[in-house]
């Protein structure tokens, strides 16, 4: 063979290796995001030396880990938070990267479930789906769970919204769009407006239209009835500026009330449909209606452990715009079967697109079997309360049955966060009057004490006094809950009598060593057990008027030190009004 022979097989061997290396390294560099697993990143468009959040989310398993690779192919383990299930999310920071091209793998045991490319200091921006679909609703789901995550011993509790969304750990999407466009945003939703908040908040960030209806607010037999949907398409633009939220966010809240969450389960004409009673159809994000008008958002699930029964978070606002975490139990989410309203677990109805390029929500049948979303479902219909609380406790105690004294203990210190929650209403109403000297706040007629505008909607407390004392019921009613649920309780060889006589020690025991703090009238802090809490029952009947001393709406008697410092009496009609009222109270029931 010739020199030039040989050396025209060498280039041709060199030229078939170099395709073998080529074919395998862009085999390795492939970046791409199938099955079950996305990534996230915020900002939208990453800059260099800046901070950038990471979020990879699945929807059917967990998650083991997160990496970076640079384009030298170079892997650097990301340290993450693990959250949920489902959906399960990895969260990490990065501080900054240098300008160039990334890559963001996540994996599970060892095989990589997604892959997103990142390009730091480029014109590019990423590509998000411009539509709602499953992995956009675990998305959302993983960022209600970090928005409102926290230690379970940490009291989590706001003055609004506002600290929630401008705090940058915890809003995955702050300043998601490079414009600044968080600065100055203040958010003071209510209980109804809470969820629809949160929804056209993440919908401004990633580009989504969001629905909303007008509704009635329903009657004694039957409930609230809805216009046709207004679809707001603003935020698909693809310049969205702060005031194109506000805009919507105020005609959203101008519109919309509890009548909109507590509509029929049958009912299509709404912004929101029933879903199973499963863990894999509650997410966070997931909303509650309670059918006298509250309303609470899921957040997140805690696992059962041997120390601790499972929990379920909801979060939910009030009317003075404080936002307080709580856990799931019969004081806090309200479940009856009642004409006036449909009650339950409900998720936002999904928009689509049609072929012409318009939107649509999607109908009842539509969802029945569709994988993109959580089903329709009349399950929780056909439940009583009994049955609906029964088959909640199974769901957040999924490894069996739970032990009675961790059930009180998890009942009671839900009762006392539910206490101090209103410490802070009644502690608000009286910094409404100081800075309002001599006004004293109109009080409605009949029902419209819980549903109405103005100073007595902000801080009168009848809705949360309600549900105060149905709390106080649960707790006192719980160790005869042993005997009717026994299946429910770890009880071994004891006899369900047996199990209760020993609750019922317990509780006598624990609410006269357990306690609360309010503040009275001159500033000074006075103390109650929560034995004394409960002994004054019949006195949260007629507690929630906030032209009263915080003396008098903490049940204090006259002629006592605790009653010496009040100053302020609601006027003898509005007393006469409370007093014909009263019977609401005792009965634990709210008028139509």
Request: with cysteine.
């Amino acid at each position: 063979m010739t020199n030039q022979a040989k050396y025209f097989h060498y280039l041709l061997a060199c030229m078939i290796a170099w395709a073998g290396i080529s074919a395998a390294l862009a085999e390795d560099y492939s970046c791409e995001e199938t099955g079950a697993t996305t990534v996230w990143i915020s900002p939208l468009a990453p800059k260099a030396d800046e901070p950038i959040k990471i979020m990879a989310v699945s929807t059917d398993s967990p998650l083991t880990e997160l990496a970076l690779i640079d384009s030298q192919g170079r892997r650097r383990p990301l340290q993450y938070r693990r959250r949920g299930g489902p959906p399960w999310s990895l969260i990490t920071a990065l501080e900054a990267l240098k300008e160039g091209d990334y890559r963001i793998v996540a994996r599970r045991d060892g095989e990589q479930t997604a892959c997103h490319p990142l390009s730091i200091g480029r014109s590019g921006r990423q590509e998000i789906p411009k539509v709602w679909e499953l992995a956009i609703e675990a998305f959302y789901s993983a960022w209600i769970e970090e928005l409102f995550g926290a230690p379970l011993k940490e009291v989590l509790r706001f003055h609004s919204l506002d600290p929630v969304i401008q705090n940058k750990e915890r809003n995955f999407l702050h300043s998601y769009l490079g414009l600044n466009e968080d600065d100055g945003l203040s958010l003071t939703p209510d209980c109804a407006d809470l969820p629809y908040t949160l929804r056209a908040y993440f919908a401004w960030k990633v580009g989504l239209p969001i629905a909303f209806r007008d509704c009635g607010r329903g009657s004694a037999e039957a409930p609230p009835q809805c216009e046709v949907a207004t679809i707001k398409t603003e935020f698909t633009q693809p310049i969205r500026s702060q005031d194109t939220f506000r805009n919507v966010c105020r005609e959203l809240v101008n519109v919309v009330h509890s009548g909109a969450v507590r509509t029929g389960l049958k009912d299509e004409t709404t912004d929101l449909y029933p879903i199973p009673l499963s863990r894999e159809t509650l997410w966070p994000g997931t909303v509650f209606a309670d059918p006298y008008g509250h309303v609470l958002v899921l957040v997140e699930w805690l696992p059962q452990r041997t120390d601790r029964p499972g929990i379920l978070l909801g979060v939910d606002a009030q009317p003075d715009s404080t936002v307080t975490r709580k856990p799931f139990w019969e004081g806090s989410f309200q479940f009856a079967a009642i004409q006036g309203a449909g009650p339950g677990f409900k998720a936002f109805r999904p928009l689509v697109r049609n072929p012409s390029g318009e939107w649509r929500v999607l109908a009842n049948g539509e969802l029945i079997n569709n994988p993109g979303f959580a089903p329709f479902s009349l399950e929780q219909a056909q439940l009583s309360p009994d049955d609906f609380y029964a088959r909640m406790t199974k769901l957040m105690n999924p490894k069996g049955l739970i032990y009675p004294k961790q059930t009180y203990e998890a009942t009671l210190n839900a009762l006392i966060e539910q206490i101090e929650a209103r410490v802070t209403s009644v502690d608000n109403g009286e910094a409404y009057l100081r800075n309002n000297p001599g006004s004293i706040i109109p009080m409605p007629d009949g029902a419209a004490i819980f549903q109405t505008i103005g100073p007595w909607e902000d801080y009168a407390t009848p809705a949360r006094d309600m549900r105060l004392l149905i709390a106080m019921n649960v707790l006192n009613g719980l160790p005869r809950k042993i005997v009717r649920y026994p299946e429910l309780f770890v009880l071994k060889d004891q006899r369900p009598e047996a199990a209760m006589e020993e609750i019922e020690q317990h509780h006598r025991k624990l609410i006269k060593e357990r306690s609360i703090r309010y503040t009275r009238t001159d500033g000074s802090m006075w103390e109650l057990t929560v034995d004394e809490v409960l002994a004054r029952k019949p006195d949260f009947e007629m507690a929630y008027n906030p032209n009263d001393c915080p003396e008098i709406r903490w049940g204090a008697k006259p002629g006592t030190e605790e009653y010496s410092t009040c100053r302020r009496h609601s006027p003898a009609e509005q007393r006469d009004k409370m007093e014909q009222y009263r019977i609401w109270f005792r009965e634990v029931r709210r008028p139509a």
